[in-house]
């Protein structure tokens, strides 16, 4: 978890997260809720955001794809962020944004593999 935390962030960051124990020794500005107490949010420290992010995630897994291997977890984790990030938007402007974002970009299935083919 911490390196986890360490390759996400920069130094300088404001890291906020619940009491689990899987973040001591985290070496950043560190804010803490604790839910077990009733404290949902402590100053500028909450959980609220990633739990809905998360309860999404999670929603995909079972629900659409059953599995996510960990090999390409982050392409999955990339698809539900820019799922939460364009919630707000209509479906016009979030098919506007899917096309812009994937105009001049190719993957092929020898790229996703990881192997060449001739």
Do not use: P
Request: proline share 0%; charged share 30%; hydrophobic share 30%.
């Amino acid at each position: 978890m911490l390196r986890f935390v360490h390759e996400g962030t920069e130094r300088e960051a404001t890291v906020y997260t619940d009491v689990s124990r899987a973040y001591l020794g985290l070496g950043r500005e560190h804010g803490v809720v604790e839910h077990s107490v009733g404290e949902y949010v402590k100053g500028q420290a909450h959980t609220n955001g990633i739990e809905s992010f998360w309860s999404m995630l999670k929603c995909g897994h079972m629900g659409t794809y059953h599995s996510m291997s960990a090999k390409h977890l982050h392409r999955y984790v990339s698809e539900f962020e820019g799922r939460h990030n364009a919630r707000e938007r209509d479906t016009e402007e979030q098919m506007a944004g899917l096309v812009a974002a994937g105009e001049g970009k190719r993957l092929r299935y020898a790229d996703l593999i990881g192997k060449d083919q001739e």
